[in-house]
């Protein structure tokens, strides 16, 4: 059996791992979430996103917002993340998270000056580990209900 505490210790490594969120914003224009790589400082919120001051996200975000990110990292898990996403542009923190993913970005390195941050201080997800749709298909097949062996592989968790 797994409990809420061991599901969220999975998100957080998921999101270490594989990193890459579909992130919304409530008051973006076109209203599509962005492809964003996560910088997880901590097993903790806030999550981080290198961004282009010029980018429309970073334009929406400069008021403060509700934002969610949906998180596939596949053959682990599934999350919904929802939370508060803001901008800064505070050096400290650029040079503390500051990674090869992010300098793939920017020209002028951490120093650009269009280099910000979104910081989504996520306060709750629900999420759900992989289940196998193979397992799921045989147990069908053997006139076993597979929706049981999920009952304990979902949760929603306070961020």
Do not use: C
């Not at 059996?1 to 973006?28: C, P, Q, R, S």
């Not at 997800?125 to 049981?148: H, M, R, T």
């Amino acid at each position: 059996m797994t409990d809420t505490a061991e599901i969220e210790t999975k998100f957080w490594n998921a999101l270490k791992d594989h990193g890459i969120v579909m992130l919304g914003l409530d008051g973006l224009e076109d209203g599509f979430a962005r492809p964003m790589a996560a910088v997880v400082d901590e097993e903790r919120s806030p999550i981080w996103f290198f961004a282009s001051s010029d980018s429309a996200i970073v334009d929406a975000a400069a008021g403060g917002g509700r934002a969610s990110a949906t998180l596939s990292a596949k053959g682990q898990l599934y999350a919904s993340i929802q939370g508060r996403l803001s901008v800064t542009d505070d050096r400290q923190t650029i040079e503390r998270l500051w990674n090869p993913g992010a300098a793939a970005w920017f020209e002028g390195g951490m120093d650009d000056p269009k280099v910000r941050l979104l910081r989504l201080d996520a306060e709750n997800a629900e999420i759900w580990l992989d289940g196998s749709s193979i397992a799921a298909g045989v147990k069908s097949l053997l006139g076993i209900d597979p929706k049981e062996d999920y009952n304990d592989k979902q949760a929603r968790v306070q961020l």
